[in-house]
């Protein structure tokens, strides 16, 4: 099992998540972060004040998959998040040690 | 009517005249509840300026953990002066008294009923004229709260303009609007100034001193460094509105009736607030590259403030005239001198109200108008010149003179009092406190509890 997590711009979650279901992914958790990378941030401008805002909202993607599907989730997100712009995101994989169902104690790949 | 009483004889006379008298009554009686049915509603429009509308104003505008604090200080003022007033207030400002203060007939709003006071407004009773100006000595305290915003404890902001209304405000309602007051140029004051509905008694006053607060206070932790963005500009979006709206009650009611003066005094209002809010937007336009939102409600804000003094005196096209140097000037004043000077007057009190109150106050001075306020006359009873534009040059000198007097007693009133409440209570919150946020550390609240 692999543990992949996808950061990427807001407005493509919705492009990304229909992708995914397509191709039977339709577990997953989401969540609304703020950061960086070489993207810049911009500048906001209150009554002459000027704020320059460095963290920028983005959406990280996480869901555990069966080894055999990593690269097939992978090509998804990548084919449905990608704008070719600066700050379209990264996406990370992690080894995943257990997997359990809380419900009814699943383990491994039958608790996905 | 006279013919027809000759020829009717002596016995129709009498009843001729006791129906005149009745007719007469009932077209007094008539006029005086039109007059009332508008001001009694202005109160509640001038009310509504400070809660909701300032409140939502200035809460937007400050970080989202002093939300709270922010609103509570407004809600708390309408509370405070209403009480204050009832004792003390609109008999110190309002009683007959010296040239600087009232006198303490009305103690205890002794006296103060249905009955009319010539003096102020004939044909409304008495104690609408009170509460009406009671929801102005309302706001100007609350408009003060914006410069120490963030960082003042709340028992400081109690002593504080507990003391401020009655060392400041009264004195200064007094001066200009109480019989007899200095400068009241309608029950005669010996330095006779133009202040229609409070350009120096509620801006300059609040203005000035809300300069001082923030330099006796000192800037929040973090300022300038760090970024102090306005949480929620929706919420000022729609306090500002209600602003503009509350305004027509301010100005338009200070004709004390619903008058050809109070729809001339409306008309000015608008037109002020609309060319003060394009002059801004133009200026940060130009300076910043873009129009915002912040800058057009704030702009409008400085038109109504401008617009003030001189809205029962001016004709429409110098409303337009003063709205939009009002605007511009405004801009300069927050988006540079500010940031040059380094003060933190957070929400931009004295830059807004100060500055736009005597812009306001001096350019009265210049467009006055008998055309429009007829209001002084002389022994034959023809209408005096007010302003420049009338021929009058001494009464720019007036207003000179009369701003003078209202900077001076509202900054040094102000530094006095603030010393004597460090003193007494201390003025700023711990800096974990204020870091916190006053919500929490002074209320024990939080404004958005989206979990729960």
């Given amino acids: 099992m692999k543990k992949i997590e996808a950061i990427i711009q807001p407005f493509k979650l919705e492009d990304v998540r229909s992708a995914l279901k397509a191709v039977g992914i339709d577990g997953m958790t989401v969540t609304e972060v703020r950061g960086h990378g070489r993207q810049k941030g911009h500048r906001e401008i209150y009554r002459g004040h000027e704020y320059e805002v460095d963290l920028l909202p983005k959406v990280k993607l996480e869901m555990v998959v069966p080894s055999e599907r990593v690269d097939e989730v992978i090509r998804t997100v990548l084919e449905s998040a990608r704008t070719g712009k600066i700050g379209d995101g990264k996406i990370f994989v992690y080894e995943v040690v257990e997997a359990i169902r809380i419900r009814n104690q699943d383990r491994g790949e039958a608790a996905l | ?452």
């Fill in chain 2, 1 to 452: 009517m006279v013919s027809l009483m000759y020829a009717l004889g002596p016995a129709a006379d009498t009843e001729v005249s006791a129906r005149l008298a009745a007719l007469e009554a009932a077209a007094l009686a008539a006029q005086s509840a039109a007059d009332n049915a508008w001001m009694l509603a202005s109160a509640a429009l001038v009310l509504m300026m400070t809660g909701p509308g300032l409140a939502l104003f200035y809460g937007g505008l400050v970080r989202k953990k002093n939300v709270l604090g922010t609103m509570m200080q407004s809600f708390t003022l309408m509370a405070l002066v209403t009480v204050l007033w009832a004792a003390v207030g609109y008999s110190l400002a309002f009683a007959e008294g010296n040239a600087v203060i009232g006198g303490l007939d009305y103690l205890l709003l002794d006296g103060v009923g249905g009955e009319p006071n010539a003096d102020y407004a004939a044909t409304i009773p008495h104690q609408t004229f009170m509460v009406f100006q009671l929801m102005f000595a309302i706001i100007t305290p609350a408009l003060i709260v914006g410069a120490f915003a963030e960082r003042m404890k709340f028992s400081a902001m109690l002593v504080f303009m507990s003391l401020w209304l009655l060392v400041v405000y009264f004195p200064l309602a007094h001066m200009v609007w109480g019989k007899g007051g200095l400068m009241n140029a309608f029950l005669g004051g010996a330095l006779p100034c133009f202040d229609f509905a409070g350009g120096t008694v509620v801006h300059i006053s609040s203005g000035v001193s809300a300069l001082v607060c923030a330099l006796v206070l000192g800037r929040r932790h973090g300022y300038p460094q760090e970024p102090m963005k306005p949480h929620n500009l929706v919420l000022s979006f729609i306090g500002a509105c209600l602003l503009w709206v509350g305004w027509f009650g301010f100005n338009a009611g200070s004709a004390l009736g619903s008058s050809a003066l109070a729809a001339s005094a409306f008309v000015a209002t608008q037109f002020g607030a609309a060319a003060a809010s394009l002059g801004w937007v133009l200026a940060e336009w130009i300076g910043h590259g873009k129009p915002s939102v912040l800058g057009a409600i704030s702009g409008a804000i400085c038109g109504l403030v401008a617009i003030t003094p001189g809205s029962g005196f001016v004709r429409p096209m110098p409303a337009l005239v003063i709205g939009f140097v009002a605007g511009v000037v405004c801009y300069f004043m927050v988006a540079k001198v500010k940031r040059k000077l380094g003060y933190d007057d957070s929400l931009d009190v004295f830059g807004v109200h100060g500055a736009g109150g005597t812009l306001g106050a001096l350019l009265t001075g210049i467009f006055a108008t008998k055309a429009v306020n007829s209001g002084l006359r002389d022994a034959g009873g023809n209408p005096l010149p007010l302003g420049l534009v009338d021929g009058n040059p001494q009464q720019l000198a007036n207003q000179f003179l009369g701003c003078l007097i209202a900077w001076v007693l509202a900054g040094a009133g102000s530094f006095l009092i603030l010393k004597l409440t460090d003193r007494l209570v201390g003025l700023r919150v711990s800096r974990e406190h204020e870091i916190q946020g006053l919500d929490l550390s002074l209320h024990g609240e939080e404004a958005y509890n989206f979990e729960s």
